[in-house]
């Protein structure tokens, strides 16, 4: 058997009548299906007794109710088929929905992994109770155009906080069963937002979530889904601090648990969600009685903190845990090489001696502590603490590096591209650079005793999105293995060539077994995914003035302003 249909159902045979007459329908016959009632249901199990289908089917029953996530589990557990493919059961599939979940997965690569989303397509099956319903119902419709995975997401915009926020899998959504029993199934924990825990368990897993457009279910909803949102909004606050306390979780899907007590209406809502509730309901008598779109957005984001909120208090947790929990905001700067720029365009990349050795005497004089790369990682807040890294490992990095450790104790992390070591930078010839000699391995041996550490850059700093999967491979795993013999320690981290990075050169580093890499998108990091950690890039042009902003926000004002004045000015 080739393919396991899985739907959990529990109280709805009449759905579930149909939903199996539908699926007669099929035009792929390879598949059975797996009906996990999760609970008593007289009613379910007079379905399962009359029932006569074309296809092989298998009943099981839960004795009480575990939920969505602990049902899909039984289901795929005792699934006999290459693929899972999980429904619900108030779904109507198309007939050749099977045949095109069956045709995505036969067109992908076989590496990195890949699942896929179908489309759903809501019908609604109930009159609106109200405006607020209304207006919530289509909220919900689009959202769901927008978490669609979009294949061919370019660059950066497919990894990092947005793109592991908007993470799931869960209905209409199918996977091989060898993958899905490796990633350990779905949390029975989570009596919600299970579909958004597994999606993000995936995405830092290495999968591409790909998306099946013709691969079409029709979804016959009959909520009021301004009650229904609220209550999963509530339900979220109590799993997020599962995620977080329970799971040891630090994902951007859970990072609005770091804004407790902060400014704004999200720190009121945090510290007073009664406030925000009663300032919701008010909102919500506007959007019913005007039908103010407007009142509507005020309801929907007043109600969602409150609800949130309400739902994390009533775990108990404490302010102070929120906080530990958050940690600060930690900077990693992004060096290149440390001389006196030549000309306008290697001062956007270059920093001079003097400039450097000025940052690092404001650092020391203002408290921040240099961490190690080795150390960054670790779990544990710690306030006014960053870490230095250097792109490219020009030759002066190891008379100024030197220097620095000496004097004001940083901990360096120096990207290696590894076939060209005591070479030149070919490759800033491209870019309209000068020629430079990089550190060679006697130069790089020195400067690992007095503690500076080294990660990769690749082998030959192409762009990795462009090179074909074994090309890919070989710069990602063929530079670590040529490091690590080389210094003889492990090569832990690795940082993206002009910051090129997309979900397939992610899986590359994760499965060559790194434990971090840099990207070259600006900002701090609290709870970033390990593999695409934020930098502050530092060259000739930053003053003080622009180097303690960057590192107090996390921001660049003053380029951000020049940008904004040159294209006012039509530049």
Known sequence: MKWSIVIPTWQRADMLREHLRALESQSSRDFEVVIVCDGEDAATRVVAESSQTNFP???????????LAAARNTGASAASGEFLLFLDDDVTPDPNLLTEHDAAHASGEEWPPSVFCGRIVEERQAPFRSKTDEFMQKAWERSLAEALPLDGNPGLSSIGPEAEKSAWFGLNCSIRKSLFDRLGGFDPMMRSDEEMEFGQRLYRSGFLTRYAPKAIVRHRGSKDMSDYYPRCWRLSGRLDVHRALERGERSAQISQLGDAGRAGLTGIASKNPELVMALASAAEQITNLTGSHAAFAAWARLRHLGEYWSGVRETGVSPKQLAELAGP?????????????QNAREATYYISPSRFRRQLAWLQLHGYTHVAASDWLKKGPRKKSLLLTFDDAYEDLHRELLRAVEEFKVKP???VVADRIGGANDWDAREGLRERSLLSLDQM???????????????????LTKLSTP???????DSKSKLEDALGTPIEWFAYPYGDVDRRVRAAVLEAGYKAAVTTDAGMNRWQDPLALQRLEIDERDWLMDFALKLSTGRNFRRSAMMRLGRSNGG
């Open 57 to 67: 089917i298998q009943w099981l029953f839960h004795r009480e109710n575990q939920g």
């Open 329 to 341: 905001g930690r900077p990693i700067l992004m060096y290149h090489s440390i001389s006196v720029p």
């Open 413 to 415: 992390l120096v990207f």
């Open 445 to 463: 041996r020195e400067m690992q005793r007095v503690g500076v550490q080294f990660g990769s850059h690749s082998l030959t700093h192409p762009l």
């Open 471 to 477: 090309e890919l491979l070989r710069e990602v795993r």
